[in-house]
């Protein structure tokens, strides 16, 4: 009888998606949102409308990363 392998658990699997601080948008379309919180399968995150801080909680599959071109400048 073989014995099965042990299941291989890796770093990745305990970090968030999108760790606090992300940069995102909904995927329908959105301002930038700041991830400020995760909740198992949801994100918390906040925006700005003029002065006035918003948040909500979205599912996390509704939300997608911004993509920051990196500089080919340091200062």
């Not at 890796?10 to 940069?23: A, S």
């Not at 909500?56 to 990196?70: Q, S």
Request: charged share 20%.
């Amino acid at each position: 009888m073989s014995e099965a392998a042990p299941k291989i658990v890796l770093l990745k699997d305990f970090l968030p998606l999108y760790p606090i601080g992300t940069i995102v948008r909904l995927k329908s379309g959105s301002p930038l949102l700041t991830i400020t919180a995760i909740h198992e399968h949801h994100a918390e995150v906040q925006w700005f409308e003029g002065q006035e801080a918003k948040q909500k909680i979205y599912p996390i599959g509704a939300l997608k990363p911004l993509r920051v071109r990196k500089s080919i400048h340091s200062f």
